[in-house]
């Protein structure tokens, strides 16, 4: 399957340098939402296998479909640290689909990201009863939720790896016109279809 992926630079020199790179450092993403990139990890572990890496502990990431099925590749924007543009690498490449798990990326950016539960009406019932009780207001409060309920509302998450997956109230889009993401443990030097570069000026 051919998938699209942003890195920066020490991501491609590595990747000719070993001929395999790897996820190696934490984005602000997951010191934000560790709780759910720790699960996905996990949904990687229980689907795909571990890691050839036993260092490694979060995948990499990358795009099936950005936006629709006509617009599935999508653009190149290079990313700023403290205002200032790094060097980066955008990259094609051509991976088996028995290594790659793919998921409803508005899923998992508005619900799993947030702590929300999905598509579980008596669920959203027992959340709303438990923040009213305990004076929870403004949403979600996933890291303070009892062990129980955090295990619920992640088992609802599993709707994200069904693409086919549609609920008036949650995600109604077809699969064509989804965007898709997918995960990944590693990447093969032979795997890479093209590269560009986005090489700022000192």
Not at 43 to 67: A, K, S
Not at 90 to 117: K, R, T, V, Y
Not at 127 to 152: C, H, T, V, W
């Amino acid at each position: 399957m051919i998938i699209w992926t942003q890195q920066r630079l020490e991501f491609w020199e590595e990747l000719n340098r070993n001929g395999v790179a790897y996820c190696t450092c934490q984005s602000w993403l997951y010191r934000e939402y560790g709780f759910a990139y720790e699960w996905l990890a996990e949904q990687m572990r229980q689907r795909l296998g571990e890691p050839t890496r036993t260092d490694i502990r979060l995948p990499l990431w990358g795009w099936v479909q950005y936006g629709c099925y006509k617009s599935k590749k999508p653009k190149f924007r290079p990313n700023n640290v403290d205002n200032k543009p790094i060097a980066e690498v955008f990259i094609e490449a051509e991976i088996p689909d028995e290594m790659l798990l793919q998921s409803n990326f508005n899923l998992w950016a508005w619900h799993c990201l947030n702590g929300w539960q999905i598509g579980d009406e008596q669920l959203q019932r027992d959340i709303d009863a438990y923040n009213s009780k305990n004076g929870i207001k403004g949403g979600a409060d996933f890291m303070n939720y009892p062990q129980e309920l955090k295990e619920r509302i992640a088992n609802s998450w599993q709707h994200i790896f069904d693409l086919n997956y549609r609920n008036p109230r949650y995600h109604n889009r077809p699969k064509r016109n989804t965007p898709i993401q997918a995960t990944f443990w590693s990447l093969r030097r032979e795997w890479v279809r093209s590269v560009r570069f986005n090489m700022p000026k000192e």
